[in-house]
């Protein structure tokens, strides 16, 4: 028989492992984009409330199903990630780091005042079907199942995205039109068809994230920038690029924030920051990224 505090522990490890594989989701859009593409985009986590709030239209006004719903959702994010990419961010490419900064966090207000205006300021909670509520008894142990399914789909798609990037043609075209994007050309690839799709799919998965992570990353307007420092240090911690990086790093943190902030409520958030410090001290190219000359 498992003791009181061995039950509490094993809830807690699975609210971590659900929580980091959310922040998994959000972030690996954000750690391509930089560590591939080499732009800095702090409006990423806009394209995660984007698909949120799309989700939470398409079943409370739309009456979708919820199964139909998400994919749509992240469709339509992927669509407006798109838009955006060939407006806006080809003109942001070519500016400088700061310019980056300044025009990315510009477009984040923008998106937040755009959510204010159609939602209100209120949270709003994202219903999910009959199938995915209540608990899965493992002895004496309760799961949640919604979390469950939060950490299959999360899995999934980090093993999608490792095949594509690292066992397809695709990835190495990818790959070889980020390490030399004029020689890429001269061989005949469509470098910027490339880097419009990536950032696309980049804002799908966040979307993806923010359709399915509601319930623990409670959807209002100020969800850009509610989030984005806990994106921003999965993606520095586990090295811009690197898949594998990324989903360590999100797991690693979302144990460390869920354990701290049981074990160490008057800390608040404090623990993980904390974290960060300690192992970018050690590591400041990340767990998995790139050493610099």
């Not at 490419?93 to 510009?106: C, D, K, P, R």
């Not at 899965?136 to 999360?154: D, E, H, M, T």
């Not at 990353?217 to 806990?230: C, I, M, Q, R, T």
Request: aromatic share 10%; glycine share 12%.
């Amino acid at each position: 028989m498992l003791s009181r505090f061995a039950i509490s522990l094993v809830s807690l490890l699975f609210d971590g492992l659900a929580f980091g594989m959310i922040l998994f989701l959000i972030s690996i859009g954000m750690s391509i984009t930089m560590g591939v593409m080499r732009v800095v985009n702090l409006a990423h986590c806009s394209f995660a409330m984007a698909g949120g709030y799309m989700t939470f239209m398409l079943v409370t006004q739309a009456q979708l199903p919820y199964a139909v719903a998400v994919p749509l959702a992240v469709i339509g994010t992927m669509l407006l990630g798109a838009l955006l990419e060939r407006t806006v961010y080809s003109w942001i490419y070519v500016q400088s780091e700061l310019g980056q900064v300044l025009m990315t966090i510009g477009l984040t207000f923008v998106m937040i005042a755009t959510a204010n205006a159609m939602f209100g300021s209120t949270i709003q909670d994202i219903p999910v079907p009959g199938a995915l509520r209540g608990t899965y008894q493992l002895g004496a142990i309760g799961l949640p199942v919604y979390r469950l399914f939060l950490i299959a789909v999360s899995c999934a798609c980090a093993l999608v995205i490792w095949y594509v990037l690292d066992r397809t043609q695709v990835g190495a075209k990818l790959r070889a039109a980020v390490d030399n994007a004029k020689m890429a050309g001269c061989i005949g690839m469509n470098v910027k068809a490339f880097f419009a799709v990536t950032f696309a799919i980049g804002c799908g998965f966040a979307g993806l994230g923010g359709a399915l992570g509601a319930d623990m990353f409670p959807l209002e307007p100020f969800y850009a920038l509610n989030y984005l420092v806990l994106v921003l240090i999965v993606v520095s911690v586990g090295g811009l690029g690197s898949i594998k990086g990324t989903l360590i790093a999100a797991l690693v943190l979302g144990m460390i924030d869920t354990l701290g902030r049981y074990f160490l409520p008057e800390a608040g958030g404090l623990v993980i920051y904390m974290a960060t410090l300690v192992m970018l001290l050690v590591r400041p190219q990340g767990l998995f990224g790139r050493q610099t000359a």
